[in-house]
């Protein structure tokens, strides 16, 4: 059973950084597909970044040069290093995961395809 667990949320100023983590379980060892997502209020839901097992990565415009993803596959965590931070970067941040299908060169940014698994999201707030 997948299980995917957030934390590293909290409150910082403009111009600040936070790293998320997410502990995940149960994932399988290939073809698959992890990613980052925010929720900010009354907003739908976004993706941020996603990233396949084999370390193929995509981007948001909007954080592409001040977010960066990186996977653990030892400690199976998947963890999301947030530079520069905007007040409009203030959401619920989500990890989610899913089987990459075998002709997706990379993992979709679009949340409505990730039909699979979702932690339960850590909180970002920015102060400008």
């Known amino acids: 059973q997948v299980q995917l667990v957030e934390s590293g949320g909290g409150s910082v100023q403009a111009g600040g950084s936070l790293r998320l983590s997410c502990a995940a379980s149960?994932?399988?060892?290939?073809?698959?597909?992890m990613g980052w997502f925010r929720q900010a209020s009354g907003k739908e839901r976004e993706g941020v970044v996603t990233i396949t097992s084999g370390g193929r990565k995509k981007y948001a415009e909007s954080v592409k040069d001040r977010f960066t993803v990186s996977l653990d596959n030892f400690k199976n965590t998947l963890y999301l290093q947030m530079n520069s931070l905007k007040p409009e970067d203030a959401a619920m941040y989500y990890c989610?995961?899913?089987?990459?299908?075998?002709?997706?060169?990379?993992?979709?940014?679009?949340?409505?395809?990730?039909?699979?698994?979702w932690g339960q999201g850590t909180q970002v707030t920015i102060s400008s």
């Open positions: 149960g994932i399988p060892t290939h073809m698959y597909c």
């Open positions: 989610a995961a899913r089987r990459r299908l075998s002709y997706e060169y990379e993992c979709p940014l679009a949340p409505g395809v990730w039909n699979s698994y």
